[in-house]
T-cell receptor
Framework: GENVEQHPSTLSVQEGDSAVIKCTYSDSASNYFPWYKQELGKRPQLIIDIRSNVGEKKDQRIAVTLNKTAKHFSLHITETQPEDSAVYFCAASSGAPHDTDKLIFGTGTRLQVFP | NAGVTQTPKFQVLKTGQSMTLQCAQDMNHNSMYWYRQDPGMGLRLIYYSASEGTTDKGEVPNGYNVSRLNKREFSLRLESAAPSQTSVYFC????????????FGPGTRLTVL
């Protein structure tokens, strides 16, 4: 089945710097890759997603890139702010024919942005 | 429009006790999911339901049962709680083929002593 690896597990940056979180997946049939942000004690919330027919997607300070050949995708946050501090999860859709609405999550990256 | 709601928010059980976690969504989604979240392990799928009347096992189903009561509600039952089931439980829903986005509930923090 699908396996998703996420790195790094923790990331500390200075306010204004960029942050990059990387994920790899194993199932070449996966076609949907969302990123979730989870603040302390809160629920995960979608911040951006990308499909396999697109190589890059951007939304203000957040961008996601996808390399289907290498089976990896990355989250890029520019001009980081203290409110970006949270745990970020990547996920990949299951490639199994009858399970495409299932997501497999990475283990998370704790991002800390210092003022 | 409340989205996905869960009850209770917190629960403490003794080993061997049973309980049911409730989840409801008002977005008319067909798919619903139960996850558990443990430190350093991300979100792991326990069970999911692709539509009313169907349920399937996820990655970690042992010790749990589910019921898709109707399109809105999806409950998770622990028949005989064990300390290893101490976790935060999240319910989610989605409409595959429309947005694929999974919307999460606020979570239930369960402690089994």
């Amino acid at each position: 089945g699908e396996n998703v690896e996420q790195h790094p597990s923790t990331l500390s940056v200075q306010e204004g710097d960029s942050a990059v979180i990387k994920c790899t997946y194993s199932d070449s049939a996966s076609n949907y890759f969302p990123w979730y942000k989870q603040e302390l004690g809160k629920r995960p919330q979608l911040i951006i997603d990308i499909r396999s027919n697109v190589g890059e997607k951007k939304d203000q300070r957040i961008a996601v890139t996808l390399n289907k050949t290498a089976k990896h995708f990355s989250l890029h946050i520019t001009e980081t702010q203290p409110e970006d501090s949270a745990v970020y999860f990547c996920a990949a859709s299951s490639g199994a024919p009858h399970d495409t609405d299932k997501l497999i999550f990475g283990t998370g990256t704790r991002l800390q942005v210092f003022p | 429009n409340a989205g996905v709601t869960q009850t209770p928010k917190f629960q403490v059980l003794k080993t061997g006790q049973s309980m049911t976690l409730q989840c409801a969504q008002d977005m008319n989604h067909n798919s619903m999911y139960w996850y558990r979240q443990d430190p350093g392990m991300g979100l792991r799928l326990i069970y999911y339901s692709a539509s009313e009347g169907t349920t399937d096992k996820g990655e970690v189903p042992n010790g749990y049962n589910v019921s898709r009561l109707n399109k809105r509600e999806f409950s998770l039952r622990l028949e005989s709680a064990a300390p290893s089931q101490t976790s935060v439980y999240f319910c989610a829903s989605s409409e595959p083929g429309y947005t694929d986005t999974q919307y999460f509930g606020p979570g239930t923090r369960l402690t089994v002593l």
